[in-house]
């Protein structure tokens, strides 16, 4: 295993598309590391080229101590597995598996030991002689999975392996890949568009958005303070609340009355945002201790949780993520109240986080 | 190209039609009788020329000019097909070297635009390339005119390379023609091959060049007979740069050489019939033995995956 260098990558298509404008990365050996971002970010671009599929138009890539940059993909020493499985339709499973092995010139006794060991790995004894459209979208994907491990490469680069598998598959797939790169403390990266599967599977994520990378951190840092407003409304479903903010009295006050504790080293001289999480949030009935008048304008019920859109005459309606054995109904007058530690402030302009 | 599609695909029989015809049944007897009695007619009306060309290929020529009209009870003669083989030396026939001709001209041409039309589309699927939908339309541009349009500037151009009146020179102007067709028609077929075949190959240690021989291509297989079916169909066919192009009889295509019987003192209905016959016979079996890949090329990006 080891680590990979993406230093200053920038990739620009002969028809003048830049798909990367400037990405750099420090990916540690053994490391899951999650791409994320929404499509066209470049999430994918900057793993075909450090698989090799893309040339860059500047910027290194190191794959542990080796510049790879002009290397051809088979001599990277990766291995990739791919949103449609790319499985050869003509071979059956043991094939496809024993593929790369043979086309490395591996003898017969290895390739089959390694072929046994990955097919034990993966539990697919029993699929090993069927072809792939014999198999269901998760069986082909622990193929894809299963050929990407006999090589033992020395990084895994996975792009959105599970986007085409179900909900439920997809959780299932998603502990496994987590529970393998464990056990194999592989360098895997990981991109995909999903932020329930970067915060779950990541060691650390990057944000990625219009070729750059906004955010590098672990998931918790990525949750707790988004680098930018992007960010902050990338992660999170529901995103988090954006309130206009200024500081007045050592505090933050928002439009509609909302007081929050000011993190330290404030600028004063600019217009302010601050960025609050549903849950660090609280509808309780009017006149609450510390609460603002506020109104409900909807509530979304999903069970184990209410979602309230709330409006507090503060110019957006701000979403509050209550427990559902709290119940209002729709245009009841309640109180809204701040109940979090100290929110991420961001510059109105620059859009990135202050304090 | 029009033309041609209608022709391919009528020309099989349709086994997998059943299931529309019980439908109908279902919803009412008068509509289903109305819809037989429209298609017999139909049916009469495309087949009737047909029927009569194989019908006058087969009657003596004195039977052939009877008023009224015999449908049965000619004396049945195969006579005008070995006069389409056989000239009146007891040698080659003319019309048996035309078809040679139009043999070599088709089939050539097609392996050529074939050749260069299937990497093309690959290439123009695969890649980001500088201006790709103007080159494209470029390339589309050049079927947008009747080939008679451009028949007199290509005529004085053949004239001063040489390339008039020969085989080489019909062969070129319809693999240029075929090559367009080919390209935009083998585009969807690729568009539709997951490009991560290649990809997945490129890492298992081969160049993009073997991973597209390896893997792409044999997916390839049945838009490239489609695809090629439709080429040689135009190419066969082709009527105007061949009687324009060419002019001895070494080197005349069918189509100009049939046409060619016509027009003397008298015509000789049965050689024109039984050498039309003849002339279809290969386009229509060959149509039929690719039928299924026809359809598939005629319906293909239709629906997504």
């Not at chain 1, 245009?331 to 530690?341: E, F, I, S, W």
């Amino acid at each position: 295993m080891a680590g990979i260098e993406v230093s200053a990558l920038h990739k620009r298509y002969p028809d003048g598309t830049v798909a990367v404008e400037h990405v750099d990365l420090s990916i540690g050996d053994g490391e899951l590391f999650v791409m994320l971002g929404p499509s066209g970010c470049g999430k994918t671009t900057t793993l075909r080229a450090i698989a090799g599929l893309e040339r860059q138009t500047s910027g290194d890539i190191r794959i542990g101590d080796t510049l790879v940059n002009d290397l051809p993909p088979a001599e990277r020493d990766i291995a990739m597995v791919f949103q449609f499985y790319a499985l050869y339709p003509h071979l059956k499973t043991r094939d496809n598996l024993a593929f790369p092995l043979r086309a490395e010139g591996l003898p017969k006794h290895e390739v089959q030991a390694r072929v046994g060991e990955a097919a034990r790995l993966m539990r697919l004894g029993p699929l090993l002689d069927r072809r792939p459209r014999q198999l269901s979208g998760g069986e082909q994907q622990r193929v894809a999975l299963a050929r990407a491990l006999v090589r033992r490469p020395r990084a895994f680069l996975m792009d959105e392996p599970l986007t085409n598998l179900d909900a439920e598959l997809r959780a299932d797939m998603r502990t496994e890949i987590k529970h393998l790169q464990g056990e194999l403390g592989a360098t895997m990266v990981y991109v995909t568009h999903d932020q329930v599967e970067a915060m779950s599977l990541g060691h650390r994520i990057a944000i990625l958005n219009k070729g750059r990378v906004e955010q590098i951190g672990t998931p918790l840092e990525v949750y707790d303070r988004p680098a930018s407003l992007f960010c902050a409304a990338f992660i999170g479903s529901p995103p988090m609340n954006l309130i206009e903010v200024e500081v007045a009295d050592g505090k933050l006050r928002g439009q509609g009355g909302l007081v929050l504790t000011p993190p330290p080293g404030l600028p004063r001289d600019r217009p302010l945002v601050a960025g609050v999480r549903p849950e660090a949030l609280e509808v309780t009935a009017p006149g609450a201790d510390r609460s603002v008048p506020a109104r409900v304008v909807s509530a979304e019920w999903l069970g184990d949780e209410i979602i309230y859109v709330v409006d507090h005459s503060g110019g957006r309606d701000v979403r509050v993520r209550m427990p559902p054995t709290v119940r209002f109904a729709a245009d009841a007058q309640v109180g809204l109240r701040h109940t979090g530690g100290t929110p991420a402030v961001y510059d109105v302009r620059t859009e990135e986080l202050v304090a | 190209m029009a033309v041609s599609v209608d022709e391919a695909v009528s020309a099989g029989p349709t086994p997998d039609r059943p299931p529309p015809a019980r439908r109908v049944r279902r919803r009412g007897h008068g509509r289903s009788v109305l819809e037989v009695v429209l298609l017999t007619v139909l049916a009469v009306v495309m087949l009737f020329p047909v029927l009569w060309m194989i019908e006058t290929s087969i009657k003596e020529n004195r039977d052939v000019y009877a008023v009224p009209a015999e449908f049965f009870g000619f004396t049945v003669t195969l006579d005008h097909f070995r006069d389409v083989f056989v000239g009146a030396d007891g040698g080659r026939s003319a019309l048996s070297v035309a078809f040679l001709n139009s043999v070599v001209v088709a089939g050539v041409s097609t392996v050529l635009a074939t050749v260069l039309g299937v990497p093309a589309a690959w290439a123009y699927s695969r890649f980001t390339l500088k201006a790709k939908k103007d080159q494209l339309f470029f390339i589309l541009s050049t079927r947008f005119m009747p080939p008679v349009v451009v028949v007199v500037p290509i005529f004085l151009m053949y004239r001063q390379v040489g390339l008039i009146d020969s085989k080489l020179g019909l062969i070129l102007i319809y693999a240029a023609f075929n090559v367009p067709f080919t390209i935009w028609m083998m585009k969807g077929f690729v568009d539709e091959v997951p490009a991560e075949y290649e990809d997945a190959a490129m890492l298992d240690g081969y160049s993009r060049l073997q991973a597209f021989g390896k893997f792409t291509l044999p997916l390839l297989v049945p838009g490239i007979a489609a695809t090629a079916v439709f080429a040689l169909i135009f190419s066969w066919n082709e009527f105007v740069f061949a009687i324009f192009l060419t002019s001895s009889d070494d080197v005349r295509t069918a189509p100009p050489a049939i046409a060619g019987l016509i027009g003397g003192t008298t015509v000789d209905w049965g050689l024109v019939a039984a050498a039309s016959v003849v002339f279809a016979l290969p386009v229509l079996v060959f149509a039929y033995l690719v039928r299924r890949h026809l359809v598939a090329g005629v319906t293909l990006g239709a629906v997504r995956r």
